[in-house]
């Protein structure tokens, strides 16, 4: 099967701006994710999206962080505007509903903030 | 607070030798505990899971882990690295059938001695 598709793979910005990073997930799956992996770190979760609705944003930082999953399918994670301390590789993942398997990562969006 | 915990951050293993990777969690109830590899500039790929049963686990690529309740702790082995082995290494805890949110690890990078 196809895996979670990211893009773009890399992007860099200067501080204020704003960025987009789309992902499309594995077909079928209904849970999408969006983890930020700042350098060193491992993955925090950002959002969880159950079809369109989100199930957990607790860990969005809300003031310019925004995500939306349109029809259940695609997903799209902005930042606006960015800051220096944004630079990390923003992971998407997908998963059935209840399936134990885990989830499928794509390989990541890295954003430099300059 | 629910966490992951890998205690080294870097380790080295001569090829050939066994190697094992420590995780210890701390969660209200048992977790789903899971363990990823990173390559560089790559996503997360899945190696096993442990939700339940049989507390010794086999994953792809020669890896097991096992899952002591007494201790909270999920530490992955393998008899024999092979120098594709290097990379980093995560250790994941989530609750709800695997499909919420999982909680991270900060990695363990491992380098594979010739």
């Known amino acids: 099967e196809a895996g979670v598709a990211q893009s773009p793979r890399y992007k860099i910005i200067e501080k204020r701006q704003s960025v987009a990073f789309w992902c499309n997930p594995i077909?079928?799956?209904?849970?999408l994710y969006w983890y930020q992996q700042i350098l060193g770190q491992g993955p925090k979760l950002l959002i969880q999206?159950?079809?369109?609705?989100?199930?957990?944003d607790s860990q969005l930082p809300k003031d310019r962080f925004s995500a939306e999953r349109l029809k259940g399918v695609d997903s799209t994670l902005k930042i606006q505007p960015a800051k220096l301390e944004d630079s990390a590789v923003y992971l998407c993942?997908?998963?059935?509903?209840?399936?134990?398997?885990?989830?499928?990562f794509g390989s990541g969006t890295r954003l430099t903030v300059v | 607070a629910q966490s992951v915990t890998q205690p080294d951050i870097h380790i080295t293993v001569s090829e050939g030798a066994s190697l094992e990777l420590r995780c210890n969690y701390s969660?209200?109830?048992?977790?789903?505990l899971f363990w990823y590899v990173q390559s560089p500039g790559q996503g997360l790929q899945l190696l096993l899971k442990?939700?339940?049963?049989?507390?010794l686990v086999q994953g792809i690529k020669g890896f097991e882990a096992e899952f002591k309740r007494s201790q909270s702790s999920f530490n992955l082995r393998k008899p024999s690295v092979h120098w594709s082995d290097a990379a980093e290494y995560f250790c994941?805890?989530?609750?709800?059938?695997?499909?919420?949110?999982?909680?991270f690890g900060k990695g363990t990078h491992l380098i594979i001695q010739p």
């Open positions: 999206f159950q079809n369109n609705g989100v199930v957990d």
């Open positions: 969660y209200g109830a048992t977790p789903y």
């Open positions: 994941a805890a989530g609750s709800g059938g695997g499909a919420d949110g999982l909680t």
């Open positions: 442990y939700f339940s049963g049989d507390t």
């Open positions: 077909s079928g799956h209904a849970t």
């Open positions: 993942a997908s998963s059935l509903a209840w399936e134990l398997r885990g989830y499928t």
